[in-house]
Structure formats: C-alpha cells, structure tokens
Antibody, heavy 117, light 110 residues
Framework: QVQLQESGPGLVKPSQTLSLTCTVS??????????WSWIRQPAGTGLEWIGR???????IYNPSLKSRVNISKDTSKNQFSLKVDSVTAADTAVYFC?????????WGQGTMVTVSP | QSALTQPASVSGSPGQSITISCTGT?????????VSWYQQHPGKAPKVMIF???NRPSGVSRRFSGSKSGNTASLTISGLQAEDEADYHC??????????FGTGTKVTVL
C-alpha cells in the first residue's frame, strides 16, 4: 500500500529556510488522480494546510503562506519537497505530508521542526 | 483565510451519540460539498473518517456520519466507544482553490 515518510532537519534557526522531503512508496507521485500536500500542526492546536503539488507540477499554496513557501517534486526519486523561507518561532510545528484525493487520505507520520537560535 | 470554527470539546457517555459542528462561510463550507473530517489520536497522524460531506471511506465504522446545512457541517458519532476519544478536525475546500481546517475538537468519553 502507499506510504509517505517525511524527512529533514528537526532544528532550524530563525530567518533561515526550512526544508523537508516526503518520500512516497507503494505508488507513484506521477498519478494524475492525486495531489500531494503539506500540512502542519503547532503544538496543542489545529491543522494548517500549507500547499500542494500535482503530477503536472502545478502548485497551489495557502494564501497566508504563499510568499514564503515553495513545493517541488523529484519524479526520479518519487519525492516531493517543501521549503519555507524566513522562518520564525511561529513556524515551529509538526509537519505532515499527505496524499490529496477526495480527502487527505494517506498521511506520513509527521516530523517535528523547531525554529530556535 | 480563517480557520473553520469547531467547539473546543465535546463529551459523552459510552453508547450515547454526540455531534461536532464545523462552521465556515459561503466561500468554503457553504459553497462546496468538499468537507472532510479527521480523527487524530495523541502523537499520531490524522485519519480520514468522512469525505465529501457524508461519505465514509472503506473500513470506517458506520457509527460515523456527516452532514451539512448552509455554512455548517456536522460529524455525528453514534454508539460512542472508548476508542473514539480523540481530537477531530474538519476541513473544507475554498473559493481560492485551497483548503482550510477547523480549530479542532477534543472528544472525551466519560
């Protein structure tokens, strides 16, 4: 079955760029049927959708984060990635990658990213 | 875009039914039949319980049901069980071709 796994640094300094990768196994990110999303969750709060990418390479971002976020994909590695620029403490959260069909139906386990000097 | 509004907490005794509301606007919940609900146990990833307002994915108990009226969607859990104790999040597609989540609801089984 399809599985997703996030990876990347757990600690990022303020003003730097947060970079995460999601590796997809058991299925192809080139499937026209799905988008691939990033979602985050600060401690003790709700979920926040960050953005998504389609097999075609088209992307859509949360309007509130659009100026700082970039999502890309590497078809050869069956991975998609997230970059968030100019991070602050407010970007500290658990970051999830998820498959986006009719719903966010398959999720990675999540990875904690802390923004701290 | 503002988060959808959910009650912070809902509780019920085993066997009872509870309903969680999710209130948005005409540009998200009220404008599209693309509301989904997620169950999240502590330290775990969310799991989809309902999609497209009222559809259950394969393997999800029939005790979970969804509906929508105007700008408010609802998730009902009938025959409440101890394993239902978790956080629940709603989500909706929006007019800007993006998604918005709710504030989250903690369900406690008394």
């Amino acid at each position: 079955q399809v599985q997703l796994q996030e990876s990347g640094p757990g600690l990022v300094k303020p003003s730097q760029t947060l970079s995460l990768t999601c590796t997809v196994s058991g299925g192809s990110i080139n499937s026209d049927s799905y988008y691939w999303s990033w979602i985050r969750q600060p401690a003790g709060t709700g979920l926040e959708w960050i953005g998504r990418i389609h097999a075609s390479g088209s992307t859509i971002y949360n309007p509130s984060l659009k100026s700082r976020v970039n999502i890309s994909k590497d078809t050869s590695k069956n991975q998609f990635s997230l970059k968030v620029d100019s991070v602050t403490a407010a970007d500290t959260a658990v970051y999830f990658c998820a498959r986006n069909g009719a719903a966010f139906d398959i999720w990675g386990q999540g990875t904690m990213v802390t923004v701290s000097p | 875009q503002s988060a959808l509004t959910q009650p912070a907490s809902v509780s019920g005794s085993p066997g009872q039914s509870i309903t969680i509301s999710c209130t948005g606007t005409s540009t998200d919940v009220g404008g599209y039949n693309y509301v989904s609900w997620y169950q999240q146990h502590p330290g775990k990833a969310p799991k989809v319980m309902i999609f497209d307002v009222s559809n259950r994915p394969s393997g999800v108990s029939r005790r979970f049901s969804g509906s929508k009226s105007g700008n408010t969607a609802s998730l009902t859990i009938s025959g409440l069980q101890a394993e239902d104790e978790a956080d629940y999040h709603c989500s909706s597609y929006t007019f800007s071709n993006s998604f918005v989540f709710g504030t989250g609801t903690k369900v406690t089984v008394l």
